[in-house]
């Protein structure tokens, strides 16, 4: 469907051939979803050959393969994605207007696939779209679950959470692979079986098991006929469940296995950046790492003897600790099924995977109860068993007589794995996602670790794909960087770099803040839709999106909200831009203070919003439901991009980067990829407050912070603070935020007081903010920081992070498809 190929009239007849295969409708009698469907059918029928033609290559060509395991992708609708990579977005957009059908209605219809919470989960995604586009041979490897991350629903200023039944229509870019399903084993008892030679190995008896079946999803790469693949993994039970089994005496068994492989798959744990450490999870984990691992070797076994070879064509890629057990499981088929011995298998294995970690949150450090680990998967315990014996002696060669080492860095320590030390261990590089968070993990978290394996450790900063979040979020700005520089940008970022000039240009500058403004309209009707809010599109859309957590902060900013409400109620005349505050998070489902955060920015809104003696100068808005889908339309309408995380605690975020992509100014900390946000675009042309990293890190060894004589000092924290708890914004219920106001003030329950600085940073926040009000006032300047945003952003490109994880740590070999149609 490249334009070259693209026929309007043959697509239009497809998508009629396939309404009648698919329903036994023609398109008058069709509805929306149906034509979802089918047009859908369609697009999937165009890319097919290309996943064919790709597949071929592979074949030819075995190149080395990127195995990138993670437990979640945060895919996001797949149509118009796919249409914008296939390069017929616009002609397809004009063949359905000729049919009186709209394309965005269509999208719409699409269900937003939700297999993941966050960042993480996006970084994943975003990693699929540039390996596909720069042509390296990639499998994302997760788990199809059966319900995605949950629906938020805003009732009384709560969030509710709905099950997101995302398949419930049936996803049309998904293809089931039967053939290629794998046995996984759980629980039962190892056993040593000696040969008449004397030789011994171990037999796994009395265990439990699950197939696993792949469900592949295409990933169609940007104009280059490469489509890689997204397999996700089903569970289902291994002997049928029949009516007669009952008569064999297996039904126990048969309604076992039922319930696990039900259980494996149902639901995504909503947790972002925490872990509770659940059996389930863990099983999960096993399920789609030993599935993985299972088909790569297949595949690597089509054309290889020797399983020697297999760092030369396999690299599993570890997003996080999450899918460790891969180091163990790898090591099992080694050793179990290949028959190596110890030291090969582990030179292998130690050549195959690499880790990325992501989060110095001690909440979300995976550490499981040995107890559960050994019951669940006892071979696969043996072998961490094994690992762990043999790196503390590497550990006391190195640091002879070093106890204290050993206890900080073993892999079993104190009744629990812990799946750091273990992917560290076994992997042959751990990165990091941003500078700041790199030289964090060297220098503080994992020093032990950088002590003894400097070579292991690498930085690489995270990036977003600017195909979905500028060609398909923001058509109008799309079109006109395209305007200026042509369309290079769309596959090598770094070409926006030549917009820098323009921005000194007052009819570019003029022309860029008329797409902002359009781009403000089109998010204040979402939001009049959704929300029944007016916003008015020449206020300051002042944006945070993203998980609630308390590490990012969501509350230092509704707290300034209630500051400025104050500010303006005594002095109406005060110098004040009118400005939006636009709010979307999840909160995950069992964390209070998250979600209490919600119903305050709520209450507050609800307050300030109906406020006449405000005249509509503050408008605070709670966007439903924030996900991949509405978070392109928020993107493209936001003036200031909140990332204001407390300094050393957001590894990287790329939300910031898909702000700044889109043209808006951060006002932000100096944390994570913020840092290098700076670095690019310069001061003049960013927000920065608050401590700094070390600042912070210092505090919290010296436990020398006390938020009580903020409170006590200063009169508008004071005061904002009081309202928390004096019915101002809960009328009905004074008590309701009083954990919020314990939070910020008193040590409980093994919580600190204001652990994340809010008080301590809440000055320099409210001068920025100061700032950023006089600094709109001059419509040149904040035009010329804005363009000038765009034009610094090249390096937050996707396309830039996979490449270096190619050059640096997966040595990919380049693919070109070609097609004989085309
Ligand atoms: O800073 C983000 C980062 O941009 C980080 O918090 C996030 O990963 C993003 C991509 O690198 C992240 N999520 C998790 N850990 N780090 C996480 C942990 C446990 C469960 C689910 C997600």
Aim: proline share 3%.
């Amino acid at each position: 469907m490249r334009s070259n190929v693209f026929n309007k009239k043959e697509f239009v007849s497809n998508v009629k051939d396939n309404l009648k295969n698919l329903y036994r409708k023609t398109l008058d009698e069709a509805n929306q979803q149906e034509i979802f469907q089918a047009v859908s059918t369609t697009v999937k029928d165009e890319i097919m050959d290309r996943w064919l033609a790709t597949q071929q290559t592979f074949e030819k060509d075995d190149p080395k393969t990127v195995y990138y395991m993670s437990m979640e992708f945060l895919m996001g609708r797949a149509l118009g994605n796919n249409l914008i990579n296939l390069c017929a977005y616009k002609e397809v957009k004009e063949a359905l207007e000729e049919l009186g059908l709209d394309l965005s209605v269509i999208e719409d219809q699409e269900p937003d696939p939700a297999l993941g919470n966050g960042g993480l989960g996006r970084l994943a995604a975003c990693f699929m779209d540039s390996l596909a586009t720069l042509g390296y041979a990639a499998y994302g490897c997760g788990i199809r679950y059966r319900y995605g991350m949950f629906k938020q629903k805003i009732s009384d200023g709560f969030q509710v959470e709905v099950p997101d039944n995302w398949l419930k229509d049936g996803y049309p870019f998904e293809l089931r692979r039967p053939e290629y399903c794998y046995e996984v084993r759980f629980g039962g008892n190892v056993r040593p079986e000696y040969g008449e030679d004397g030789s011994m190995k171990f037999v796994h008896e009395n265990y439990q098991s699950v197939l696993a079946i792949p469900y592949d999803m295409p990933i169609v790469g940007y104009d280059n006929n490469v489509v890689d693949t997204l397999i996700t993994w089903d569970a289902q039970a291994k002997e049928v469940f029949e009516l007669d089994s009952f008569d064999k005496g297996n039904y126990e068994q048969a309604v076992a296995q039922e319930n696990l492989a039900r259980n494996l798959v149902e639901v995504l744990y909503p947790n972002d950046n925490h872990v509770a450490g659940k059996e389930l999870r863990l099983k999960q984990q096993y399920f789609f790492v030993s599935a993985s691992i299972q088909r790569a070797l297949a595949r690597f076994k089509k054309h290889h003897d020797d399983i020697h070879d297999l760092p030369e064509k396999v690299v599993f890629q570890m997003n996080d600790t999450h899918p460790t057990v891969a180091v163990a499981e790898l090591m099992r088929i080694l050793v179990d099924e290949e028959g190596l011995g110890w030291d090969d298998a582990w030179n292998i294995t130690t050549h195959c995977v690499a880790y990325t970690n992501h989060t110095i949150m001690s909440e979300a450090l995976e550490k499981w109860p040995i107890e559960i680990f050994q019951r669940l998967l006892p071979r696969v315990y043996q072998i961490v068993d094994e690992i762990n014996r043999r790196f503390l002696i590497e550990i006391e060669n190195r640091y002879p007589g070093n106890e204290y080492k050993k206890q900080k860095m073993a892999i079993l320590w104190d009744g629990q794995v812990k799946m750091a030390h273990l992917a560290i261990a076994a992997g042959f590089s751990v990165n990091g996602v941003a500078k700041l968070h790199t030289e964090i993990l060297m220098n503080q978290e994992l020093k032990d670790f950088y002590d003894m394996y400097p070579q292991k450790f690498n930085n690489k900063t995270n990036g977003i794909t600017q195909r979905r979040f500028l060609a398909h979020a923001n058509p109008l700005l799309a079109d006109w960087v395209t305007k200026h520089v042509g369309k290079g940008w769309i596959t090598d970022l770094s070409q926006v770099a030549k917009l820098a000039p323009y921005a000194e240009d007052p009819k570019e500058q003029q022309e860029f803040m008329e797409i902002k403004r359009k781009n403000k309209i089109r998010l204040a009707k979402y939001i009049k839709e959704h929300n029944g809010i007016e916003v008015n599109p020449d206020s300051i859309f002042d944006v945070q999106v993203k998980r609630l957590h308390e590490y990012k902060r969501q509350l230092l900013n509704i707290l300034h909200v209630m500051y400025l409400y104050n500010q303006l109620k005594s002095n109406p005349n005060m110098d004040f831009y009118p400005r939006t505050f636009i709010f979307g998070a999840k909160a995950a489902a069992g964390y209070r203070n998250a979600k209490l955060t919600i119903k305050l920015i709520n209450n507050v809104a609800e307050v300030i919003n109906h406020d006449p003696d405000i005249q509509g100068k503050i408008k605070v808005v709670f966007i439903e439901d924030y996900r991949v889908s509405n978070a392109e339309w928020i993107f493209a309408a936001a003036d200031v991009s909140e990332q204001i995380s407390t300094a050393s605690k957001e590894a990287s975020g790329t939300g910031n980067m898909k702000f700044m992509l889109n043209g808006a100014l951060t006002l932000g900390t100096m944390d994570g990829a913020n840092v290098e946000m700076y670095d690019e675009v310069g001061a003049d042309n960013i927000f920065i407050f608050g401590m700094s990293a070390e600042e912070v890190i210092a505090h919290e060894q010296h436990k020398d912070y006390n938020p009580m004589e903020i409170y006590n000092n200063d009169p508008d924290i004071h005061k904002v603070l009081n309202q928390l708890i004096d019915g101002t914004f809960s009328a009905n219920d004074k008590e309701l935020f009083r954990d919020l106001y314990n939070s910020l003030l008193s040590n409980q329950g093994g919580k600190i007081a204001d652990r994340y600085f809010i008080l301590a940073d809440f000055r320099s926040y409210a001068n920025e903010q100061q700032k950023i009000n006089s600094y709109y006032r001059n419509r040149k300047a904040w035009a010329k920081s804005a363009i000038l945003n765009v034009a610094h952003v090249g390096k937050f490109s996707s396309d830039r992070t996979i490449q270096e994880y190619v050059d640096d740590i997966w040595h990919l070999d380049k693919i070109t498809v070609k097609m004989d149609r085309i």
